[in-house]
């Protein structure tokens, strides 16, 4: 049996693939199976996956209809006979990438707005369910597929090496954090659709660290991301200074995993970073409320403690739905919704 699990969304949702791919090999442990993901950093996050024979990894955004249309005849030939494209995929380009590959069984969930086009590309899915995590909305695939569940628990699963290890170590011997208490923040929130949008005000993070560099000196800050945060890092470090704030630059998100695990507390909002703190158990996670925040994208076991956003108010279904479309709101409306969270609010949090 050949499967094929399509997650061609966010890094973040290639992490919820993770338990649906380790029940596939424990239900069937001869089978061939693969992945197909989207970003290079999805394709680093399964890297050693035991439970994967191959990933392969194609922007097929990026690369044009006519490359991308090879690119899938390719995968066409190896013949699968399941493909699952994994909770949350609400475009439909999804469901054509499985209608291109052509396994005999393509599995999907009902989306908001799905139609008869969807149902035609392909061919068993399962409503969505907004009041479960996206792991659980996968996970409820395996009987439609004659499998079952066998693991008496879930967790997002990440593989670190030892190279990970070595790299983590010698970044807080050079930095002199090794035994400090360490504060992990993220002020990214994505760039695709108006995701950006849903960034908690950079003057206000600033704010936030000036507030913690008085009352706990000894506190290490370590602000996380790549290049769509390095303007954001310039300007703190310019406003605050170096005293007590590290910028490491990993060299990907499985480096950044292992650093993050070396945290007593990480500070973010739904991004990929929220859920690798929550694949490697930071003991205290905590979020800030945004218009995406909703059951499905919340930290997967693992505790957290969610900074509430007045504006949103627990209503994020009202603003963002799997359909494939934007956060609803105006600029305007969704930069005065993140700024209606205070710093004293996520302070608080913080601080514990």
């Known amino acids: 049996m050949n499967i094929l699990v399509i997650s061609l969304a966010g ?49 097929l955004m990026k690369c044009g209809p006519v490359a991308a249309v090879q690119y899938l005849g390719g995968l066409r030939h190896q013949g699968y006979d399941l493909s699952i494209n994994t909770h949350p995929q609400s475009r439909i380009h999804y469901r054509l990438v499985a209608r291109i590959i052509g396994a005999k069984t393509r599995f999907s969930h009902d989306y908001d707005g799905s139609g008869f086009l969807d149902r035609w590309l392909v061919n068993r899915s399962l409503p ?31 593989f670190l090496t030892a190279a990970e290890e070595v790299w983590t170590q010698e970044f807080l011997a050079r930095h002199q954090l090794t ?3 360490l504060l992990g923040i993220h002020v990214g929130s994505g760039g695709t659709k108006n ?30 991301g790549g290049p769509d945060e390095q303007a954001d890092h310039e300007q703190i470090l310019a406003e605050l ?52 925040w909703n059951p499905p994208i919340q930290p997967y076991a693992n505790p957290f403690t969610l900074v509430k956003n007045p504006i949103v108010n627990g209503r ?35 601080v514990g």
């Open 11 to 59: 890094n973040g949702d290639t992490l919820f693939a993770t338990p649906l791919i380790h029940e596939l090999r424990l239900n069937f442990p001869g089978a061939t199976i693969d992945a197909l993901v989207r970003w290079p950093a999805a394709r680093d996050l399964l890297a050693g996956n035991p439970h994967l024979n191959r990933v392969h990894q194609k922007d």
């Open 128 to 158: 969505q369910d907004y009041t479960r995590h996206a792991v659980d909305n996968n996970l409820a695939v395996l009987p439609l597929i004659g499998a079952k569940t066998l693991m008496t628990r879930h967790e997002t699963e990440l």
């Open 179 to 181: 035994g400090r208490k």
């Open 195 to 224: 995701l950006a949008l849903r960034r908690w005000p950079l003057a206000n993070y600033i704010e936030l660290v000036r507030r913690l560099r008085r009352e706990e000196p000894a506190t290490g800050i370590l602000f996380f």
């Open 241 to 292: 200074g170096p005293e007590n704030l590290y910028f490491p630059k990993t060299p990907g998100l499985v480096q950044a995993a292992h650093l993050l695990k070396q945290c007593g507390v990480f500070l973010s909002v739904d991004t990929v970073m929220m859920h690798l703190a929550a694949a490697v158990k930071v003991r205290r996670q905590v979020v800030i409320e945004t218009p995406t």
């Open 316 to 350: 994020g279904l009202d603003y963002y739905r799997y359909d494939g479309g934007n956060i609803k709101g105006t600029r305007e409306e969704l930069v005065a919704c993140m700024a209606s969270v205070t710093v004293d609010a996520v302070r608080a949090a913080v």
